[in-house]
C-alpha cells in the first residue's frame, strides 16, 4: 500500500489543489490540512517512547492520519493558528507558541521526504543565506549591499561605472489601509541619492544594476530544472518583471551546464527539494542569479509554458 502524503499549505491555496488532484489521479492516499484548522478542526495525538518513533494521529471532521504511515510531505505557507474567541492577547500568544512547538515539532519530526522542511526553508528565505551560498555554488550574483547607513548606500552607488537598485530584502508584500501592497525593485537616480531619508530606519538591500537581454525564473524539482525566460516589453516590467505581468511573454530554454551545477550545489546547501529561482540573462548571454525562493509561485509558469511542474512535484513526493 501507498504512504499517505501530508499536504500542509493554506485552504484557498490553488496551486496546491492541483498538487492533491495530481496525486489522487495516481492513486495517492492524500490527508490535506491547514494549521489556521488547529485547534478547532485538526486535533493532534502524537506519542514518542524508547520503543518507537512519532505515532498518532492528525484529525478533521472528516478525515484520520496516522503519523507512522506519512511518507512525504508537502509544505507550502500554511495560514496562522486561529483560537476560540474570549482569549486575552497574552494567552493567545502563548497558546500560539505552544501550538507552534507542539503540531510544529512533532509534524518536523516526521522522518520522510519534505517539499520543503519548514526548518530549511527558514534559513533559505534570508537573501544573505542565498546569496552567499550562490557566491560559493559558483554562481554568479550581482554585488550587494545591505545596510541602513545613507553614506555607505552613496559610497556604494559611486563607484566607477555602477547604477544601483534598491529592493527589499523580505518579502515585497505589505498591508495598507486594509489593502494588499507590493514593493517592487527600483532603479535608483543620481536625484534619489540626494534624499536618502528613511533609509536609516531599517535594513534596506541595495544591488548592482544588471543589464539584461530577458530574465529566467529557473524552477528546481529535486534535480529536475524547468526553465522559462520572461521577456519584458514595457519599462516598469524591464526593472521588475512583477510590476507588469500583461507586457510579458514566455519561452522555455535551456539552462547553461555550469548554472545548472551551481544551482544543483545550492539546492543541496539549502536543503531544498523545490525551489523557484530568479535570474538575468545580460546580452552577451551571461546568467547572474538574484534568488531563491523556496515556496515560491509556479502554476502561472505552468500555464505560460505547459513545463510539467505540478507532475515533477508529485515525482518528488512519491519518490520516483
Known sequence: MNSP??????????????????????GVEVFRMDTADFPQRLTLAGRIDQGQAWTGELTTEHRTVELSRVG???????????????????????????????LGGVLSALDCRWVNHPTAMARAEYKPVQLAAARAAGLQIPPTLITNRPDQVRAFAAEPGRTIVCKPVASPVLIEDGQLKSVYTQRLRPSDLEDLAGVDTTAHLFQAWVDKDHEVRLTMVGGRMFAAAIHASSEAAHHDWRSDYGSLTYTTTTVPEAVAAGMRRLMEELQLSYGAADFIVGPDGQWTFLEVNPCGQWDWIQGKTELPIAAAIADELQGV
Open 5 to 26: 502524503v501530508l499536504i500542509i499549505a493554506a485552504a484557498d491555496d490553488w496551486p496546491t489543489d492541483r498538487i492533491v488532484v495530481e496525486l489522487e489521479t495516481r
Open 72 to 102: 512525504a510531505v508537502y509544505y507550502r505557507a500554511p495560514g496562522a493558528f486561529r483560537f476560540p474567541q474570549g482569549m486575552s492577547g497574552p494567552e493567545e500568544r502563548f497558546a500560539a507558541a505552544q501550538a507552534r512547538a507542539g
